[in-house]
């Protein structure tokens, strides 16, 4: 705790504040609310890098409030799930969120691995990809283990991801919003579409709105039972990371990676869906939840290294495009014959 008491990690506080209050000021302005407060965070925090004296000294700060704040971010968004309503939305819901989770991360993590991308970027924008965006990307990231010599570059993966994710479900909300006369869609199908096969929550927000209020809440629903998948995917990818992966630094037993941070996930999804709360504290607790996981997205921007993240983007974008094709096709199929 000591690194709490010191100058620097409040203006690190403060400068992240900034960021994060600024991401979603723009957030709810026409055409940046697609983008979502939490990329716009990252954003402004890569920017900071033009003073380069603020972000070297501020870089052990900001690896603090990267990794903390996100799991407390993390915790306090399972308010934003309404157990009750996803459960009331039906098995075929649930049953869809399960399919694409897991068939859009083996898909995307395969496709970045064939293109010669390295194991841990390719599970983090393939967890992005299939689950919900930044957060997953970063709610995956605690799960994956590695040497120090390898910290820096995992932390590259994970700015990279989240970028890749940002432009790809930006590239995608613009299709599907631009083809919706082509597909013959109910408000109901349209919205299963935009929730079951965009990667961001503001992506689906953006794209089931433009069908009106019933697809909008559709494809909320929708979007946040893949949410649900946040937790399971985490524990399943931990368990598989470690058996997979040779770590030097292990030696002797591992321990059973399970993400403490997702069981509170899980507790405050039951007590927001459970235990009689006010609209407003709720409300209050979801935004407290995007305030710190915009926190955590700023700091990492201000660790971005630009080089290397413009040397290996261009693989891990192709395998999301392809991806992201599949994704939208199945999505679009299910939702006609089900939906």
Not at 26 to 50: D, E, H, R, T
Not at 274 to 297: D, I, R
Request: aromatic share 8%; net charge positive.
């Amino acid at each position: 705790m000591r690194i709490i008491l010191t100058t620097k990690f409040w203006l690190a506080i403060i400068v992240t504040f900034i960021c994060t209050l600024a991401g979603t000021y723009l957030a709810g302005m026409p055409y940046l609310n697609i983008i979502g407060s939490l990329v716009l965070a990252l954003i402004f925090g890569m920017l900071i890098q033009v003073q380069p004296k603020i972000t070297k000294n501020l870089k052990s700060e900001a690896g603090f409030i990267s990794n903390k704040f996100l799991r407390l971010g993390i915790i306090l968004l399972g308010f934003k799930l309404n157990l009750n309503t996803l459960m009331s939305s039906g098995v075929k819901t649930i049953l869809l969120a399960i399919l694409v989770v897991c068939g859009t991360i083996s898909g995307t993590y395969l496709l970045n691995r064939k293109l010669g991308v390295n194991k841990e970027l390719s599970i983090l924008t393939a967890s992005g990809t299939g689950i919900c965006g930044a957060a997953a990307v970063m709610g995956i990231s605690p799960q994956i283990k590695v040497n120090a010599d390898k910290q820096a570059q995992k932390e590259e993966d994970q700015v990279l991801a989240v970028a890749i994710v940002a432009i790809m479900g930006t590239v995608f909300t613009l299709i599907e919003i631009a083809i919706k006369p082509l597909l013959h869609m109910t408000p109901d199908q349209f919205g299963v579409m935009a929730g079951g096969s965009l990667h961001e929550i503001a992506h689906a927000v953006a794209t089931g709105s433009s069908d009106g209020p019933v697809a909008l809440n559709i494809a909320i629903i929708t979007k946040l039972s893949r949410v649900l998948m946040l937790a399971p995917a985490a524990v399943i990818i931990g368990i598989w990371y470690q058996k997979t992966t040779v770590n030097s630094e292990a030696s002797g037993k591992r321990k059973l990676p399970i993400p403490w941070f997702m069981a509170g996930f899980i507790a405050t999804s039951i007590i927001g869906s459970y235990v009689p709360m006010s609209a407003s504290l709720l409300s209050t607790l979801v935004s407290a939840a995007y305030l710190f996981l915009g926190m955590a997205m700023a700091a990492l921007g201000m660790t971005v290294n630009f080089k290397v993240l413009l040397s290996r983007g261009v693989k891990p974008l192709v395998a999301s495009f392809i991806s992201s094709i599949f994704l939208l096709v199945f999505v679009v199929i299910v939702s006609k014959i089900f939906f």
